[in-house]
């Protein structure tokens, strides 16, 4: 497995890295991308604060350990820019947190988002066919997700991806231990959404197709 969007204690996560590191691990993923929550205010802070750490756990943990941002709550008009700056601080991968039902985020983050050309645009709640197009049309990942109330909208999500060819992708959205799921709940999860099984592996390999490019920058 592989989880592209986990929380630590430099947002609001519950773990420090090391151990959201050796808990992915034991719960069976070979791989995590470390998203701590950002805006203008703490984004130099935290890719420099992991960027020195990662290297060292990643040596001795055999898995690989992506370091990015999840861009969060920052206003429409500002998105854009924040994603290449986040690219310009050494990102390997930038997410943005989308319209989901149970926050309120402002109308036009998930345009925004897709538009700025995010590698994974969040929880996208109630996202329109039109966003759904531009983002099959830029390559951004639209993500079906197993954390409780973001996953309301995973139906829709996954119905108008499938419709119009936007690509999938499986997260966790970790904040505590209990969020790193198994295989068989990923599995239901995916296929609660409306997916068939064939949908199902697709989805997890679009995960590995995204680590490789990642690892390739």
Known sequence: MIDLHTHTVFSDGELIPAELIQRAK??????VAITDHVDHTNIEHILKNLQNGIKDLCM???MDVIV?????????PLISDLIKKARNL???LVVVHGETIVEPVEKGTNLAAIQGRCDILA????ITEEEVK??????????????????????????LSKKYGAKL???NDAHSPEDLIFVEKRKLIAMGAGLTYEDYI??????KLLLNNILKR
């Open 123 to 126: 929880h996208p709640g109630l």
């Open 68 to 76: 990015g941002v999840e861009i969060t709550h920052v206003p429409p």
């Open 60 to 62: 001795v943990s055999s």
């Open 134 to 159: 531009l983002a099959a049309e830029l390559g951004v990942y639209l993500e079906i997700t197993t954390r409780s109330g973001h996953s309301l909208t995973n139906g829709h999500v996954a119905k």
């Open 169 to 171: 992708i499986i997260n």
């Open 202 to 207: 697709e989805v997890e390999n679009n995960s």
């Open 26 to 31: 034991t719960a069976g993923y070979k791989a």
């Open 90 to 92: 050494g990102a390997q």
